[in-house]
């Protein structure tokens, strides 16, 4: 049996805790409580003790509508198990709702679980049913794609559901956006805290007997109204004589109030006793058989039920009163006074005991914790070893990090399959540090696990991430390690021989291979769909629009992004969307269409937020090109250097980047310092690898680029040379025209700002391929320095129509929106001083048609109204009366064709 996996559900957690006897009612809470019902979302967020889980059980208890709870431990960090409890409790309420959840999480290995949820949410919403769901102690949840999930919950809530949250700490969601939407109901600390009213009700009921008013005070005042501190105060004058004398004592911060009361309690309670609290104070939960393996006594039964009777701080987690917990606080001042009065010893001897027990009742991630903290390190590395695997497979690696970050090293070298799992943990988040290991020792040490079943599952899932983490870097090993990953395996996994193609693309793509690489892409894809998981395709298709523009192949790249959006459905939620909208939005960035490039990219950065690493990586990137599109160079600086601390990752992206952000923001200085990093990139690294040829034609542009500006124009010219030869021979227009743009450019600046027929030869090699494939930001991003060339244009009898309207768009693109800092000047375009934009260009070339106003609204889809206010535009920039007026002074201009 998989005692991870497939460990029964623990059903005690759904169990609402039972009052106490004792408790208070506490009606003006309950009132404030019931408003939840006209709330997605309502947060009782207040330190320990401070009555959250009592108050919420007393509102369970009166309520009459359908509530689900889940009280949640550090366990439900993982998604998958937090979704699972999540799933399982609400199919308690009505299995309606969820149907078979667990395989559908066992089957997304290496999909975000937002589809999941997303369907849980649309049943809910289709059951009508009102449906309250209560998560109880959540700040146990610290696991960022776990609290991701349930804000996921929280903004796509049906109007039928509403979600409690009880937290020692407020988590950190959107909650001022909650707050102003009207979204969320909050009972904060001051709320909870016991009235002066509530104090004498509480003492009277609990002592059976009335406190003064200053004593209700003085009691209220150190207290603050703390619940915990109010029922440890409680306990202890019961034995108290005089209680004026206790009070007036009774000082300090509820900290040590608290820790002078369980003082007073411990040192008041026999030894016997007093050993069993402070040894089991190391469970988390318990039931008699295993307090009695941790204290090795045989009455843990009668001892529970004496406390429970008690009310001694102890929680039952379930209605026969089997399992229980003590309160958290009680809990960690035990602990702290165990670790204080026992010897180093006897807390390892106690953790030891509990883990034996835990380990023998198939409670495997229990007792490998307390293995740990036991010391028992040989042991916790045994079942590390065996049950590792199926955490890697169940996407359970933060917690699988967390046992291999515990074990000293000496294990791995005796267990070599928890090497292979910190080698796949690091190949997943993309942390492998390359330079620390060579990549032959890596190779070589997935190479030697033994043959196994499970060993050569783990070998090729391993091969696999390390040939997709070498893509970028070092082709032809990834391409070697893919070949071998791929005689390995299976026919019938579909989603693993999908990652494999994504693998062949990658590296096929980087050397220039365009065929094989679209084959990859195109094999990849169809074993994406057929197994219903687009989440890594996705990512590939976000890679390959960024491919397909250098290529010129604008419409494809649009295509593909499409088709796995329309996959969604049209759900705005639909997670392979996230990655694809950003490579939508680079492609209309590419054409200069600001507006809806940046709700593309607004859109799939909200998606990608929600785990998608490569996603949020690209889109950034692209966030900040587009603040530089818009003008707002100081910004994009600044998004810059927080996407360098957010990404420690060295891509040839990111250089790019990095340059244009520096030029256009005028720190030259620091530009001029990449130069050495760059040419050590492209002569040989600490890496030991050999760059793909995109890599380096990249990094060369971004070196001509820098010595432009350093007037190094020699230089220039001969790296536009070598990459001019890869990117004509593999037809990559879009690097091509660059290369030509800059070779203007850079002859431009050696000739003292004179222009040459050189000069224009090569810039309308790069305006015929630019208005060819659609690009505009791609020229427009270097700046003003190209105004006086593309003036130049105009003036060319020789040049044609197309390629001088092709240039008025560029030039009305221009504006002021890129360039670098120093070289942003006005140029008047053939007398021009205000351009027309490219809508206006539009307008004016169906005015030359002679069609109506009607007609040209039908055209564009605007209004007539707006075509009027165009054409106005057009009049007064042309300096024209009517429309035929206009036509022929754009003709004079070169804006339009002659007839």
């Not at 987690?317 to 602990?335: A, G, N, P, V």
């Not at 070599?416 to 390359?434: A, C, H, Y």
Request: glycine share 6%; hydrophobic share 40%.
């Amino acid at each position: 049996m998989n005692k991870i996996l497939d460990t029964p559900i623990l059903a005690t957690k759904f169990y609402v805790p039972p009052l106490r006897q004792d408790f208070l009612p506490r009606e003006r809470l309950l009132k404030r409580l019931n408003e939840s019902q006209n709330y997605p979302l309502t947060l009782i967020s207040a330190s320990a003790g401070s009555g959250k889980t009592t108050l919420l059980s007393e509102w369970v208890a009166a309520s009459e509508s359908p509530i689900v709870w889940i009280s949640l431990d550090s366990d439900d960090n993982d998604p998958r198990q937090f979704l699972t409890y999540l799933f399982a409790a609400i199919g308690e309420i009505d299995k309606g709702i969820v149907e078979n959840p667990s395989s559908s999480l066992k089957a997304s290995a290496f999909e975000s679980l937002d589809p999941i949820l997303a369907e849980l949410i649309n049943n809910v919403a289709g059951n009508r049913d009102q449906l309250t769901v209560v998560l109880d102690d959540f700040h146990t949840i610290t696991d960022e794609n776990t609290n991701r999930l349930v804000v996921f919950l929280v903004d796509h809530i049906p109007q039928n559901m509403h979600l409690i949250i009880s937290t020692r700490i407020d988590p950190s969601w959107p909650l001022a956006r909650y707050r102003v939407g009207h979204r969320l109901l909050e009972i904060r600390g001051h709320h909870l805290r016991f009235t002066e009213s509530e104090v004498s009700s509480f003492f009277q009921q609990i002592l059976n007997k009335e406190l003064t008013p200053t004593e209700i005070k003085a009691i209220a005042q150190r207290t603050e109204g703390w619940v915990a501190g109010l029922h440890l105060a409680a306990l202890s004058m019961k034995n108290q004589a005089d209680l004026a004398d206790f009070i007036n004592d009774f000082t300090g911060s509820h900290q040590f109030v608290a820790e002078y009361l369980v003082e007073e309690i411990l040192e008041k309670t026999d030894p016997v006793l007093q050993n069993f609290l402070l040894k089991t104070s190391i469970l988390e939960r318990f039931n008699a058989r295993l307090c009695e393996a941790v204290v090795g006594c045989g009455d843990a039964h009668e001892v529970l039920k004496s406390l429970s009777h008690q009310n001694a701080f102890l929680i039952p987690l379930d209605d026969h009163k089997e399992y229980f917990r003590y309160h958290h606080l009680f809990s960690d001042l035990l602990q702290a006074r165990f670790s204080q009065t026992a010897s180093i010893n006897e807390v390892i001897d106690a953790h030891n005991k509990a883990a034996v027990w835990l380990e023998e009742n198939d409670q495997i991630i229990d007792a490998v914790h307390h293995f740990l903290l036991g010391k028992n390190f040989q042991r916790a590395a045994q079942l590390v070893d065996e049950f590792g695997l199926k955490m890697i497979f169940s996407d359970r690696q933060n917690l699988l990090k967390s046992w291999l970050d515990a074990l000293p090293e000496d294990f791995f070298s005796t267990l070599p399959r928890l090497e292979v799992f910190r080698l796949l943990i690091e190949l997943i988040k993309g942390t492998l540090d390359m330079s620390e290991s060579t990549l032959e020792d890596k190779e070589k040490l997935i190479n030697s696990l033994p043959p196994s079943p499970e060993n050569d599952r783990l070998k090729r899932r391993a091969l696999v991430h390390l040939s997709m983490f070498l893509a970028f870097q070092n082709t032809g090993k990834a391409i070697q390690i893919a070949n071998e990953a791929q005689k390995v395996i299976s026919d019938e996994d579909d989603l693993l021989k999908a990652y494999l193609y994504s693998v062949f693309y990658r590296t096929y793509g980087m050397i220039g291979d365009v065929d094989r690489a679209a084959d990859a892409y195109k094999e990849s894809l169809r074993l994406s769909e057929k197994s219903g998981r687009l989440g890594m395709i996705a990512n590939t298709t976000m890679i390959r629009t960024y491919d397909l523009c250098q290529y010129g192949r604008l419409d494809e790249a649009s295509y593909y992004c499409e088709r796995i959006i329309q996959a969604g459905d049209g759900k705005s939620d639909f997670y392979p969307a996230g990655p694809c909208l950003i490579g939508l939005a680079g492609v209309c960035l590419e054409r200069d269409q600001i507006e809806l490039a940046e709700q593309y990219l607004r859109r799939g950065l909200e998606i990608c937020q929600k785990g998608a690493l490569q996603g949020l990586f690209t889109g950034t990137v692209q966030s900040i090109r587009l603040r530089q599109a818009k003008g707002d160079f100081s910004g994009a600086l600044k998004e810059y250097r927080e996407f360098e601390k957010n990404f420690q990752r060295r891509e040839f992206t990111q250089m790019t980047r990095k340059v244009s952000v520096l030029l256009s923001a005028g720190e030259f200085n620091e530009a001029y310092a990449l130069v050495p990093e760059i040419e050590n990139l492209l002569g040989g690294s600490s890496f030991s690898i050999q760059l793909p040829l995109i890599a380096v034609e990249v990094y060369k542009l971004c070196l001509a680029r820098i010595k432009i500006v350093q007037s190094l124009f020699e230089e220039v010219s001969d790296l536009l040379d070598e990459i001019e030869v890869t990117v004509a021979r593999d037809g990559r227009l879009g690097r091509l025209m660059e290369v030509n743009m800059l070779r203007g450019i850079n002859l431009y600046k050696k000739g003292g700002m004179t222009i040459s027929e050189p000069i224009i030869t090569s810039i309308l090699k790069a305006l015929e391929i630019g208005e060819q494939s659609g690009y505009v930001r791609l020229l427009v991003e270097e700046g003003q320095v190209i105004r006086p060339l593309l003036n130049e244009i105009f003036t060319r009898r020789d040049v044609s129509p197309k390629i001088k309207h092709y240039a008025s768009r560029l030039l009305a693109s221009l504006g002021e929106s890129s360039g670098l800092k120093e070289e942003r000047q006005d140029f008047p375009v053939n007398g021009l001083i205000e351009q027309l934009t490219p809508r206006e260009l539009d307008v004016l070339a169906l005015l030359a048609s002679g069609r109506t106003n009607q007609e040209i609204a039908a055209d564009l889809v605007i209004t007539i109204r707006t075509v009027k206010k165009h054409a106005s535009n057009i009049y007064s920039k042309l300096n024209a009366a009517n429309r035929t007026q206009a036509v022929i002074i754009a003709r004079e201009k070169g804006l339009l064709p002659d007839l």
